[in-house]
């Protein structure tokens, strides 16, 4: 049949993975942000420290600021008698200098009073009639957080570039900082095509089915640092598909959740070559063969595979690894866990097997019903992937299992 | 002094966990959102499926819709002949029969026509001048997804406490849903307190320093499920304290970003004492020893140690866990690598010992610096926790290290 075009050929993950990030960029354009709000997004700018963190020398304990040398030989049976010339409450500060023979009575939190340059901790102190009755021998900058001892004035305490953790913000109030610039999050149009494919809430008509596939697709990208717009369905003609392209080209990356006949899925093709270039098309991986990737006026375009699961664990594979590409967001560790199979799995595809699998007494079972259904990865507590050559998985094999979450 | 009281009794991190996990309970407010705003959230409700998914036979591949038994026998040496009698492109239907010997052209996705009971696949198959000819035989249901096969009517596809996740949202889109009855997220006031803290974004004042608690702890809660509101700073004082417990009871969880000195510590436990109940204060974990948890009116009340390492490092200890079983978020499964101590460590503390750690070619250093300094969490990679026992751990002795993503 002339309107069905075979895939010419396939490449491997690997090769098609590569081929991905080497075509698409980190966003650039910043936005500024509340501090409150940056948690987990990418710093923009270096943060240089503009001051010293604490300001000035803090007392790091409830007690008394003495000059160290007051203490020397103190002890429990041989205890100093300083005179208490001030108290200083928290958050209060004084002028008064602590002289020979003196002390202070200090909140911890407190600037440490000029002369003072040790903190004797209330455990060892007793206080009575104005006088203090040490018994403990401190050392100069005993029980102080000396100023800049977290951050000196002229350091970059945070890199551009980073990923903002609930610590990097503390940093971030620690300096002063009420708001702070990041990376905006690229943005992603999904565009559902299908003449069968109606939209959920809405009443099916004989032969279609719901749109699931932008759903799952807009979950995983947002999950990966994506803003992501939902698009209508489109209709599956050359000149829809077309008009889809050129309106959702103001958009970093255009993903079409695609039909899944080979008729529709070449009708991308066709206008991916007309208004750009087809970088592949065909993977060796089941489920998931039908991918296409190509760009259109330097554009990354994905066509991704009809079937719900195929769709789902391709955007696993490749849209997870390209967003956060694009997202400046580090690769994501795998939580993996080893575990054996609780029951064999005849692969013997050709291609690199996605196999979701349930996690059942420390034992992996496959849940992977049919490509069509997203029920086996809605039970799947993660997945293995076989390799090419593998065509038999034993009982009792060990396999490696990244989990979902 | 009379207004520092000592800690009574030391409860270890476990006791502490349990007391505080024993004492809330998982919100019971539920909010219904579009199913694009679900994942990541918790099933407030059963869905069972009201309609077959999918709702009828579909062809699973792109080819022709036959009765399997005029296939048997065929092979690319001795193919059968079948008559076209209709061509169905990507979603259409069609109320035409295959009668025996006959064939309809059928698009992955669509309606399989009544009297056929299987699908040959395109590419064992040629067509010319209205006739078929088919070159491999296959068995009933071939290359059908039958009614029914993802999910049937019925059937209870996800469960009230769930958590969506994309396969998850997509079973909704599947089913037609276009919102969702999940529990809201349970809504916890911070409020930093302290006579010396500034908002970030002022000018400090002597002896002042910037808030760093409120920040970080909203930013670890709002990760794990919780809706924060962030108070501004409230003064040290019994009223001022007392005023906001009663001002924020109508949150699910307060947690005081508490002062660091003994005298306001004390002060929240005298507020807590009066209005409601201390469960404990004081846990046997450095940093973070002064933790303080209490109920008021029923409701949680946590106050966190001052110092912004301590209370950041006992947010992931003890807050991560409360919030999670209040949003109904299944415990985190930490993230773990084992690593070689880069360096030797002295604890000998008396208590278990917190310590962050950044992994440096695959070897654990510490970072920890002083409880004050956020900049050592901010740099770690993860922590690792020392036994209570452990004075010392030497260089190239094996640990496990909880990863902080």
């Known amino acids: 049949m002339s309107d069905m075009v075979p895939f010419k050929l396939l490449i491997s993950r690997e090769e098609a993975l590569k081929r991905i990030l080497n075509s698409v960029k980190p966003v650039r354009r910043v936005e500024t942000v509340p501090i409150e709000k940056s948690s987990g997004r990418v710093l923009a700018e270096d943060i240089v420290a503009q001051e010293d963190v604490p300001p000035f020398d803090r007392a790091a304990m409830d007690g008394y600021a003495v000059k160290a040398e007051d203490t020397y030989g103190a002890s429990q049976q041989n205890p100093r008698i300083l005179r208490l010339v001030a108290v200083l409450h928290a958050g209060e500060s004084i002028n008064t200098s602590v002289g020979k023979g003196e002390c202070i009575r200090i909140a911890t939190g407190c600037h440490v009073p000029p002369g003072a340059d040790a903190v004797v901790m209330m455990e060892f102190t007793e206080e009575m009639k104005g006088n203090v009755s040490v018994k403990d021998a401190v050392h100069p900058g005993a029980n102080i957080s000396p100023r800049g001892e977290d951050m000196k004035k002229g350091e970059a305490v945070l890199k551009k570039n980073e990923v ?174 080893k575990a054996k199979m609780g029951k064999g799995f005849v692969s013997g595809s050709g291609r690199e097997q996605f196999l979701s699998v349930k996690l059942i007494g420390g034992k992996a079972y496959p849940v992977f019903k049919k490509s069509g259904d997203i029920t086996s990865l809605a039970q799947a507590d993660g997945y293995i992937i076989l390799p090419i050559n593998l065509d038999v998985i034993e009982e009792d094999e060990e396999v490696t299992v990244t989990l979902f979450e």
Chains 1, 2 share one sequence.
Do not use: W
């Open 164 to 337: 903002l953790t609930p610590a990097k913000v503390g940093v971030l109030a620690a300096l002063g900082h009420k708001a702070v610039s990041i990376f905006k999050k690229p943005c992603v149009a999904i565009v559902p095509t299908g003449t069968e494919i109606c939209e959920p809430g809405s009443q099916l008509k004989e032969g279609q089915i719901f749109d699931v596939n932008s759903y799952t697709l807009a979950a995983v990208l947002s999950e990966n640092g994506a803003q992501v717009t939902r698009s209508p369905v489109v209709p599956d003609s050359f000149d829809s598909l077309k008009s889809a392209v050129v309106r959702f080209l103001d958009h970093d990356l255009i993903v079409f959740s695609g039909g899944s006949s080979v008729g529709e899925r070449d009708l991308l093709v066709k206008v991916v070559e007309e208004t750009g270039k087809v970088v592949f098309h065909g993977v060796q991986i089941k489920p998931g063969k039908p991918t296409l990737f190509g760009l259109v006026k330097g554009k990354p375009i994905f066509g991704m595979p009809g079937y719900p699961t195929s769709c789902l664990s391709n955007a696993y594979i490749f849209l997870v690894p390209t967003i956060r590409k694009m997202a400046r967001l580090p690769p994501i560790k795998p939580n993996t866990v």
